[in-house]
């Protein structure tokens, strides 16, 4: 669903993909997620279609279509009634926060004290990978941590860790604009082969594909890291040409230990990019 969001999936298309009946489905996914497959569906798209409104300069009848939505009217109200404002309305506010943030970098005494934040454009190559998905607030450490030490305990009794294992974090949702409870983290390793045991629980494995990003450095705690991002979303986005692309945010774990201090601990961010 969240590959093909686009698309027309109906009952049938769930059955054959889960073999499971639609109404046996339906039951399993809202006791897991608290909504049913329709309004999970219907969530996605408009969250879908709010991150293109705020990201890109399509137009809205357009961004309506791309999302599945024929009439822009039906597209309108049911956009008001997810967000309490029309998608007109959510953009202005975003082009606001825009100008008056640009205005701030611009000012002269601003720049002489501080320089715009250093990036570089890299590609990373296709991974597969073992994560597991942790929902609720990104920053609620205190949970995440919980869900990294899972799935490290899972990884290494499958003698799937030794000193040349990449960690990652997958950023999957925007959190301005997808409530707290619904946004999805994934503790991830990057795998080095297939793995040859079939996966229990909600551990998962599946292929990031080769992507281009933005690269920016953030030294120190990760509770600090949303300051990283508070000058990568004011002072990079918004004086780029580089459009942003529909695809997670990624976050790489250079030094994360137990002996290094948190101040020295060093996170590479890649922001997707077109």
């Excluded at 967000?83 to 100008?99: A, D, M």
């Excluded at 292929?207 to 990079?236: D, L, M, P, V």
Aim: net charge negative.
């Amino acid at each position: 669903m969240d590959l093909n969001f686009k698309e027309d999936i109906n009952s049938k298309t769930i059955e054959e993909i889960s073999c499971y009946s639609y109404r046996n489905i339906n039951r399993i996914f809202l006791a897991l997620h608290q909504e049913t497959i329709g309004q999970y569906l219907k969530r996605l798209r408009l969250e879908k279609a709010a991150e293109y409104i705020k990201y890109s300069k399509e137009n809205i009848t357009e961004i309506a279509n791309e999302i599945g939505y024929s009439d822009v009217a039906a597209f309108t109200k049911a956009f008001k009634n997810h967000f309490k404002c029309s998608p007109t309305v959510f953009r202005n506010s975003n082009q606001l926060k825009q100008r008056i943030t640009t205005n701030i970098v611009n000012d002269e005494a601003f720049s002489d004290t501080r320089s715009l934040i250093n990036f570089e454009i890299v590609e990373l190559a296709e991974a597969s990978v073992l994560y597991l998905t942790y929902y609720g607030s990104y920053d609620n450490f205190k949970e995440i941590d919980k869900t990294w030490n899972q799935l490290l305990k899972y990884a290494f009794r499958k003698n799937l860790i030794d000193n040349e294992t990449k960690y990652m974090g997958e950023i999957m949702d925007d959190n301005e604009i997808t409530p707290n409870l619904k946004c999805r983290y994934n503790a991830t390793i990057i795998l080095k082969e297939k793995l040859d045991f079939k996966l229990k629980g909600f551990f998962q494995t599946k292929k990031i594909e080769a992507q281009k990003y933005a690269k920016f450095t953030h030294k120190g705690s990760h509770e600090s890291s949303e300051n990283t991002y508070a000058r990568i979303y004011s002072e990079w986005l918004f004086n780029t040409s580089y459009e942003l692309s529909d695809k997670p945010t990624i976050e790489i774990y250079l030094n994360d230990d137990w002996n290094i201090s948190k101040d020295e601990l060093i996170t590479e961010i890649y922001i997707p990019v077109l």
